[in-house]
């Protein structure tokens, strides 16, 4: 049964409801681990440098980094405002299509794509306890999350739309794990921070809605200030869900 589909354990979420994880059959974890060097090879050139879910990289260490370059911004005389964002079901909501799209624009190895998408596309059975249901046959959208390469895919997915934002927005600096993104937007006064967080606000929901992507009510800016609740007020009134909160 594990061989031809993917069984889906049934969790619960730490925020209600439950959530699945993938079981993959054996054969195919270990060829994963096996054939590993072309997306070595492709990471190394595609990258996106403030990408901390790569081998290597920390998120502990990239937040500390965040909040070193904050310090450092406001003792120069810089306001600052650290935008959280917040991405409604990642794994679920990439569209197949797309990311062959994206795998091709970005040079990303069709043969090892092709070996993924034949167990991410796989028939699908729920498991709940001992009880295992029907299978699910068509997927148009998702891949596995628990899967050795859904970060990799994850990365080709969003990798052009990141580093477009990082070079259209040299005042946000960017920082990337999976599909939560962070970014300190700076200014010099009030109004000008406000308006350089807002522009990289829109361009962010435009990037993701082309990516089939919905930015989720979790999203934050922190701290609580003039500026975060005068950005808030700007980006809900457009539809894009975000919140101030305190640090």
């Given at each position: 049964l594990?061989?031809?589909?993917?069984?889906?354990?049934?969790?619960?979420?730490?925020?209600?409801?439950?959530?699945?994880?993938a079981i993959a059959a054996t054969i195919y974890r270990l060829l994963m681990e096996l054939d590993n060097e072309e997306i070595a090879g492709y990471e190394k050139l595609n990258?996106?440098?403030?990408?901390?879910?790569?081998?290597?990289?920390?998120?502990?260490?990239?937040?500390?980094?965040?909040?070193l370059e904050a310090e450092l911004e406001s003792h120069e005389g810089q306001l600052t405002i650290t935008m959280l964002w917040d991405i409604k079901k990642f794994f679920d909501s990439i569209d197949i299509a797309t990311l062959v799209a994206e795998a091709e624009a970005t040079g990303f190895p069709?043969?090892?794509?092709?070996?993924?998408?034949?167990?991410?596309?796989?028939?699908?059975?729920?498991?709940?306890?001992?009880?295992?249901?029907?299978?699910?046959l068509q997927l148009g959208r998702s891949i596995l999350a628990g899967c050795k390469r859904s970060t990799h895919l994850a990365r080709v997915y969003t990798v052009r739309a990141v580093?477009?934002?990082?070079?259209?927005?040299?005042?946000?600096?960017?920082?990337?794990?999976?599909?939560?993104?962070?970014?300190?937007?700076?200014?010099?006064?009030?109004?000008?921070?406000?308006?350089?967080?807002?522009?990289?606000?829109?361009?962010f929901s435009s990037l993701m809605k082309a990516l089939h992507m919905d930015i989720s009510g979790k999203s934050v800016i922190v701290p609580l200030s003039a500026a975060a609740k005068r950005t808030v007020k700007i980006l809900t009134g457009l539809g894009i869900p975000i919140k101030a909160e305190q640090a």
């Open positions: 594990q061989a031809m589909t993917n069984i889906m354990a049934t969790l619960p979420n730490k925020c209600g409801g439950t959530r699945t994880v990258v996106f440098s403030g990408d901390s879910a790569t081998a290597g990289a920390s998120a502990l260490r990239a937040a500390e980094d965040r909040a069709l043969r090892q794509l092709a070996l993924s998408l034949s167990v991410h596309l796989a028939p699908r059975r729920l498991k709940l306890g001992t009880a295992v249901g029907n299978p699910i580093k477009e934002l990082d070079k259209e927005h040299p005042e946000v600096s960017i920082g990337q794990h999976v599909d939560d993104i962070s970014n300190l937007a700076k200014g010099r006064t009030e109004d000008e921070l406000v308006g350089r967080a807002v522009k990289y606000g829109i361009h």
